[in-house]
């Protein structure tokens, strides 16, 4: 039986309004009168005959004979994205546990990029190659969504783990934002204000250092969208310090290597754009398209040029991110060279070394294991029609469908609706926004994590 379920909350029910209005809504078919012939059986029967039955999303499951169709459809991809509907779908977090296995296990892949700050998770790196507790780790880098859910704990336990073998893991951010409390109010400014004070304790005054801990505080979305307007940040200061790196890096690199300093300075750079991805008016944005998914892009891109290199890579974050097409009506115009998600540049710059994969789910419940964004259990269910719902009449638990290799007039390369974002059905061609989808009929919750107190 399924949990008792709030309906879509009124914010995001005013979205749906205004997509529906846009056009971006599947309205469900008009009755017949009569009983008509089934239109989707045919595509019933091909997505299974085609579509790749997945045995299990365990994580522990590493008898990987049911992914190898996987390794093929990758191929020599050097970035593999997975996405996810919502931040609350608790199956799709399993079974991405279990595919980050099989991708490092058997793929070679030995990095993983989350959306997450840039600052903050090299701290959570260190903390799991330490092998420290999963909570004190996760604590300094993750956001609540993903740090305080059940389902989440397999993959940190898995990276952790790998620390100690030949192949370890590493672990990434690439979100613009200074994503933890600790991270804003202390670590942050006191990385930076240590750094430079090897170079010169007189470089930053007592109320610079205050000026650069508000700036960090302060640049959070939640609280510029429930308080629009413009900023008032000491700007100048990130700005004057990215300069003094490129003058003095000679002098800086008799206490720091290369790559701390370019990680000094990327997380400046970080800083900065974070501050343009929030613009006065939250309801125009800014007129070039620029956003926090441009300025994520840029600080993947970072990681993929440069210490990243060598590595293969896998991203963790939303659908919406991920997507290497336009999505929104706004996407990218003349004019708007900068608006688009984090994957349309990826894909501008990797071709077809990028590949990802969508989730989605028929039917069941998703919901936030971080308390302060709980809005309940929400109940799912797909479109009549929907891909959702086409691969739910197959009869199968999970599915993995390759959208790369399909013929130009395949059906699924018309628009067709489908609930990569919240679940809700959008209509879109989506094979040019994904390479593949990962199909979960039935989507259990994101369970939280007990109290600390009650976990000893």
């Keep these: 039986m399924l949990p008792e379920a709030h309906t879509i909350p009124p914010w995001r029910r005013a979205i749906y309004g205004l997509l529906l209005a846009a056009g971006a809504l599947a309205a469900p078919p008009a009755p017949a009168n009569g009983p008509p012939a089934d239109p989707a059986a045919e ?3 091909w997505l299974r005959a085609h579509a790749v039955a997945v045995r299990s999303i365990e994580p522990a499951d590493e008898d990987f004979s ?36 099989f991708l490092h296990q058997v793929m070679g892949f030995d990095a993983l990029a989350w959306e997450a700050g840039f600052f903050d998770c090299r701290d959570m790196a260190a903390a799991l190659r330490g092998g420290g507790p999963l909570q004190e780790a ?26 100690a073998t030949g192949r370890p893991m590493e672990v990434v951010g690439f979100d613009c934002r200074v994503s933890t409390e600790s991270g804003r109010k202390e670590r942050f400014p006191a990385f930076v204000s240590a750094f430079f004070d090897r170079l010169d304790p007189a470089l930053l005054s007592a109320p610079e250092r205050a000026d650069l801990a508000a700036m960090s505080a302060g640049l959070v979305p939640k609280d510029h969208w429930d308080r629009p307007g413009e900023r008032h940040h000491n700007r100048a200061l990130p700005k004057r310090l990215i300069a003094t790196i490129d003058a003095r890096r000679e002098e800086l690199a008799r206490f720091a290597g290369p790559r701390e300093i370019d990680f000094a300075r990327q997380s ?21 398209g620029y956003s926090r998914d441009t300025a994520m892009a840029e600080n993947l891109l970072w990681w993929l040029n440069g210490p990243l290199r060598e590595r293969k890579v896998i991203v963790w974050a939303h659908n919406f991110h991920v997507f290497t097409d336009a999505f929104s009506p706004r996407g990218p115009a003349p ?14 710059a990797l071709g077809e070394a990028l590949y990802t994969i969508g989730f989605s789910a028929h039917s069941g419940v998703y919901r936030y294991a971080d308390a302060a964004l709980d809005e309940g259990p929400v109940e799912i269910e797909a479109a009549p029609g929907a891909l959702e719902d086409l691969l739910h009449r197959t009869g199968k638990p999970y599915l993995f469908v390759d959208f790369r290799a399909l013929p130009a007039e395949h059906w699924l390369r018309a628009p067709l609706a ?39």
């Design 43 to 45: 595509r019933v029967e």
């Design 66 to 101: 049911d992914l190898m169709p996987l390794a093929a459809a990758i191929g020599n991809a050097r970035v593999v994205q997975l996405g996810e509907a919502t931040h609350g779908d608790g199956s799709a977090f399993l079974a991405k546990a279990r595919l980050i296995r």
């Design 138 to 163: 996760a604590a300094l880098c993750l956001y609540g969504i993903w740090r305080q859910s059940a389902q989440v704990q397999p993959t940190l336990a898995y990276l952790r783990a790998t620390q």
């Design 268 to 288: 400046l750079v970080s800083l900065l754009a974070m501050d343009r991805a929030l613009p006065a008016d939250v309801e125009a944005g800014n007129a070039d």
């Design 335 to 348: 004019g708007r060279p900068h608006a688009g998600s984090t994957g349309r540049f990826l894909e501008q």
């Design 418 to 456: 489908a609930g990569f974002n919240f679940h809700e059905p959008i209509e879109r061609d989506w094979p040019r926004l994904l390479d593949a989808a990962f199909f979960i009929d039935r989507m259990e919750p994101s369970a939280a994590l007990p109290p600390p107190a009650a976990r000893r």
